[in-house]
C-alpha cells in the first residue's frame, strides 16, 4: 500500500521567510558584483579572469537558496523532493520548456565556458561585449551601445563567436581598397606605418601582426590584421588606423577603386 504525500501548507510565514531568503540574495549578489566589477577595472590584464567569476557565482547562490528553501522552509521530505521533482517535470512539458532551456543553456555555458564576461561575441543576429550571464539569458552591449539580452537556449542552436576567447587582447581585422592602378607596395607601407605607431595596438610575439595585399579585377584590397591590448579600444583602433592611413594615401595620390560597387566578403 503506497502512503498518500502530503506537501507542507504553504502558510504566510513560509511565503515572508522565502521572499526574505530571496531579497537577501539578490542583494548580496548586487553587492558582489558591485566589487568585482570595481576589482576588474583595475586588475589590468586579468579584467576578464575577474569578471569570469560573476555568473559561476549567481548559479551557486541560487542554488543554495532553492535547496535552502525547499529543504529547510518547506522541510520537504526525500518522497517530496521526488514530488516536486515530478510536478516541476510536468511543468517543464506543459508550458516550461523554453525556461528550462534557457536555465540549462545557462549552465552550460558556466562549466563550458564558449564565452566569458568580458568577451565580444556575435550570437545569432548580434555582436557585442558580454557583460552578464544570467539564469535566462546573455546581455551585450551592441556597438552602438545599445543592451541586448539574448536567451540562453541559443546555445544548442546557432554558433557563437568569440572574438577574444577570455583574453583582454583581441585581434582586429581592418580592410582598406584601393584602386588597382595604384602603388599597392606603397600603400602596403603606409598601412603597416599607421598599424604600428597606433596607440592602442598591442604586438608581441604571441599577437603579431601581419599585413596582406591582394588583388581583384577593379581593385586591390589592403587587410591588417592586428591585436588592440584592450578589446574595449577594437572600434577606436580600427577607426584611428584608417583615417591615418586614408590621409597618407590621399597625400600621395593613391585613391580608392575607380568602381561604384565594391566586393567586401571574403575571398
Known amino acids: 500500500m503506497v502512503e498518500n504525500i502530503v506537501l507542507p501548507a504553504f502558510n504566510t510565514v513560509i511565503l515572508i521567510n522565502s521572499i526574505l531568503i530571496i531579497l537577501i540574495a539578490y542583494i ?21 579572469t575577474v569578471k569570469m567569476v560573476i555568473p559561476l557565482l549567481k548559479f551557486t547562490i541560487y542554488g543554495i537558496v532553492v535547496y535552502y528553501i525547499l529543504a529547510n522552509i518547506l522541510k520537504l521530505s526525500s518522497e517530496q523532493l521526488i514530488l516536486f521533482s515530478g510536478l516541476l517535470g510536468a511543468g517543464i512539458g506543459f508550458g516550461l520548456k523554453d525556461l528550462f532551456a534557457d536555465i540549462v543553456g545557462g549552465i552550460i555555458i558556466i562549466f563550458e565556458k564558449p564565452y566569458h564576461v568580458g568577451d565580444k561575441i556575435k550570437m545569432g543576429d548580434y555582436y557585442g561585449e558580454v557583460i552578464d550571464i544570467g539564469i535566462r539569458s546573455t546581455r551585450l552591449v551592441t556597438p552602438d551601445d545599445n543592451l541586448v539580452s539574448v536567451p540562453n537556449y541559443l546555445i544548442f542552436t546557432q554558433a557563437v563567436a568569440s572574438a577574444n576567447a577570455g583574453d583582454q587582447e583581441m585581434m582586429v581585422v581592418i580592410d ?7 602603388d599597392s607596395s606603397r600603400a602596403l607601407e603606409i598601412l ?6 597606433s596607440k ?32 574595449r579600444n577594437e572600434f577606436e583602433f580600427e577607426s584611428e588606423v584608417t583615417r591615418r592611413a586614408w590621409i597618407e594615401l590621399h597625400r600621395i595620390g593613391i585613391g580608392a577603386p575607380k568602381v561604384s560597387v565594391v566586393e567586401t566578403g571574403e575571398q
Do not use: M
Request: proline residues 3%; without cysteine; hydrophobic residues 50%.
Open 192 to 197: 603597416k606605418e599607421a598599424i604600428i605607431t
Open 200 to 231: 592602442y595596438v598591442y604586438v608581441s610575439r604571441k599577437r603579431p601582426f601581419t599585413v596582406l595585399l591582394k588583388e581583384f579585377p577593379f581593385y586591390t584590397r589592403i587587410r591588417a590584421k592586428a591585436y588592440v591590448f584592450d578589446l
Open 28 to 48: 548580496l549578489l548586487l553587492i558582489i558584483k558591485f566589487i568585482l566589477l570595481s576589482i576588474s577595472e583595475r586588475a589590468g590584464q586579468y579584467r576578464i
Open 176 to 182: 582598406l581598397f584601393i584602386d588597382h592602378e595604384s
